[in-house]
């Protein structure tokens, strides 16, 4: 089954074509959101080379990681409520886009690894703190991070110079 005719209504309704159509309100949108991908990816990119020992190693990975995490939460209010709206907006162009999907997918496996590393190392900074080494599943999910949230940025980039062949 193709997800097409539900990509092409979506475009087709009042608040896509008012979107897209808007002088101020479309750009408006995208800085929003590259803004809020800076702030969460940002904060993400920090908890990372912490974690790694490559920076802010005078500070504890629990502090890091809970002063960070609000800051966090905002960017990615910030980027996912844009997105979807950037996406609603130009539906059937990102349909076909091999570009979005490739940034679909890298989000899925951003979310499994949320999913797997939560517990172990990004809700178990206490741990991390007392360790006399940082252990290699916590080395081992912020490198995973990096490369997850590059691969993602790029491929987002991408989209805009994704051009259709008629």
Excluded at 12 to 41: I, K, N
Excluded at 51 to 80: F, Y
Excluded at 114 to 131: C, G, I, M
Aim: glycine fraction near 6%; hydrophobic fraction near 50%.
């Amino acid at each position: 089954m193709s997800l097409f005719p539900l990509f092409q209504w979506l475009q087709q309704t009042d608040f896509a074509t008012a979107l897209r159509e808007s002088a101020l309100v479309y750009p408006t949108v995208m800085a929003t959101h590259l803004s809020g991908m800076a702030l969460f990816g940002g904060m993400i990119f920090l908890t990372d080379l912490r974690i790694l020992g490559v920076a802010m190693r005078g500070t504890s990975v629990s502090d890091v990681v809970n002063q960070l995490r609000p800051w966090k939460r905002i960017g990615l209010v910030l980027v996912a409520a844009c997105g979807i709206m950037l996406a609603w907006a130009k539906a059937e162009y990102y349909y076909q886009n091999p570009y979005f999907w490739a940034k679909m997918t890298l989000l899925m496996l951003v979310g499994v690894h949320a999913l797997v590393f939560r517990k172990s190392v990004y809700n178990n900074t206490a741990e991390l703190d007392r360790a006399p080494v940082m252990p290699t599943n916590a080395k081992v999910a912020a490198c995973l991070s990096l490369a997850l949230w590059i691969g993602l940025v790029s491929m987002g980039r991408m989209i805009g110079y994704y051009e259709i062949k008629p």
